[in-house]
Nanobody, 115 residues
């Protein structure tokens, strides 16, 4: 499984961004995908996940502002981020989990929230 994340950039506080993660390779082996983030000096943390059946889960602190979705026809998962705050600044990573509990990571896309 290969993952290509995109959509990061510089945004002002209160703004929005949509991240994309395109999967290729052994798509049928993927049981779920998710977004994680890692801020400078901090550990990587869960943002949101979505299963192959469409069930979603979010970090409690983000569920009101972030939305994860998927387009099965495009093998792509999205993360819509609204009302962004400076503390959302981080590298955002896409992860795919397979039915055999193998994890694959994308290269990360940087989100910077600053005025």
């Amino acid at each position: 499984v290969q993952l290509q994340a995109s959509g990061g950039g510089l945004v002002q506080p209160g703004g929005s961004l949509r991240l994309s993660c395109a999967a290729s390779g052994s798509i049928s082996s993927i049981s779920g995908m998710g977004w994680y983030r890692q801020a400078p000096g901090k550990q990587r943390e869960l943002v949101a996940t979505i299963t192959s059946g469409g069930s979603t889960d979010y970090a409690d602190s983000l569920k009101d502002r972030f939305t994860i979705s998927r387009d099965n026809a495009k093998n792509t998962v999205y993360l819509q981020m609204n009302s962004l705050k400076p503390e959302d600044t981080a590298a955002y990573y896409c992860k795919a989990a397979t039915w055999w509990a193998h994890n694959f990571w994308g290269q990360g896309t940087l989100v910077t929230v600053s005025s």
